[in-house]
C-alpha cells in the first residue's frame, strides 16, 4: 500500500470531500434542496420535481384553462405535472394542452366544435359557422368551402342617358333609376325619353305654303283680269270702242289661263 504524503495527500483529501459533499447535495424527485445546507426538503402544494436536482425550487404545477376547453385528466403531485387533454374536437395551442382552439373550417358553439355543414364556413378560430353569400342573381364566380365564403360576379351598374325635346329649347333631365338591392348586389335601371324628329316640322311648314299659295294664287289671278273692267265701268262718260270688248277680252283670258 502506497502512503500519500505532502501535495498529493492533500489533493487527494479534497477531491474526497467535494465528491461527498456534491452527491449529498443532491435531492430527490419530488424534493428541493434546503438553501444555505446540504439537506432536502419536500416540495409544496402544487410544485413537483421530476428528477433528482440541487436546486432550491420547485416547478410550478400546470393548470387546463377550461373556460379553453382544456380537461385535467390527470392531477399534479409532488414528482410529476398535471396532465391536459382537448375537449372533443378543439385542437391543443400548446404540447401540454394547457389551452385549446376550434380551428377553422369547424364552428364553435355551446363548448362543442363541429365541421361546418355543406354550405357554411369558418375562416377565424373559435367562431360560429356563417352561411354562404347568396349568388342567385348574379352569379357565382369563386365556389365556397369549409374555409371561405361564395365570391358572386359583380353587379352591371351600366346608365343610359335620356333626352327630351321642349318648344323652345332642347334640355337633359335627370335619369330615374331604380334600384333593387340584396345582400351582395345591386341593380340599376335607367328610363329613356326620345326626341321627336325635326324631318315632321320641316314638313308641317311646308305643307302650310303650298296650301297658302294654291288659296291665294287663284284669287290674284282673278283679281287682275277683272280690275281694268272695273276701272272702265265706273268711268261712263270715257268709254270708247275697246270698252265695249272688254267682257270679250276677259272671257279669252279666262279661257287662256283654264288651258294654261
Not at 145 to 168: G, N
Request: hydrophobic share 30%; net charge positive; aromatic share 6%.
Amino acid at each position: 500500500m502506497v502512503a500519500l504524503h505532502g501535495p498529493a495527500l492533500y489533493f487527494s483529501t479534497a477531491l474526497c470531500c467535494l465528491l461527498f459533499h456534491g452527491i449529498a447535495a443532491l435531492c430527490g424527485p419530488g424534493q428541493k434542496r434546503i438553501r444555505g445546507s446540504g439537506h432536502c426538503e419536500r416540495c409544496p402544494e402544487e410544485r413537483f420535481q421530476e428528477k433528482n436536482t440541487d436546486v432550491d425550487v420547485c416547478q410550478s404545477c400546470l393548470v387546463c384553462e377550461e373556460q379553453k376547453w382544456s380537461i385535467q385528466i390527470k392531477a399534479c403531485t409532488s414528482v410529476s405535472n398535471t396532465q391536459c387533454k382537448c375537449t372533443e374536437g378543439f385542437r391543443c395551442s400548446g404540447p401540454e394542452c394547457e389551452e385549446c382552439y376550434c380551428d377553422v373550417g369547424s364552428g364553435q358553439e355551446n363548448n362543442a366544435c363541429q365541421p361546418c355543414p355543406d354550405g357554411y364556413y369558418t375562416n377565424n378560430l373559435n367562431m360560429k359557422c356563417k352561411k354562404w353569400t347568396n349568388c342567385s342573381e348574379l352569379g357565382v364566380k369563386t365556389n365556397g368551402s369549409r374555409t371561405s365564403d361564395v365570391v358572386c360576379h359583380e353587379a352591371s351598374r351600366t346608365i343610359i342617358p335620356a333626352r327630351t325635346a321642349s318648344t323652345t329649347r332642347a334640355t337633359t333631365p335627370a335619369v330615374t333609376t331604380a334600384a333593387q338591392f340584396s345582400i351582395h348586389t345591386v341593380v340599376t335601371r335607367a328610363t329613356t325619353t326620345h326626341m321627336p324628329s325635326d324631318d315632321s316640322n320641316v314638313l308641317f311648314v311646308c305643307l302650310v305654303i303650298v296650301g297658302m299659295f294654291l288659296v291665294f294664287a287663284p284669287v290674284v289671278a282673278f283679281s287682275r283680269l277683272v280690275r281694268p273692267c272695273i276701272i272702265l265701268k265706273n268711268k261712263p262718260m270715257e268709254k270708247t270702242a275697246r270698252d265695249n270688248s272688254c267682257g270679250s277680252q276677259f272671257r279669252r283670258k279666262m279661257r287662256k289661263a283654264i288651258l294654261q
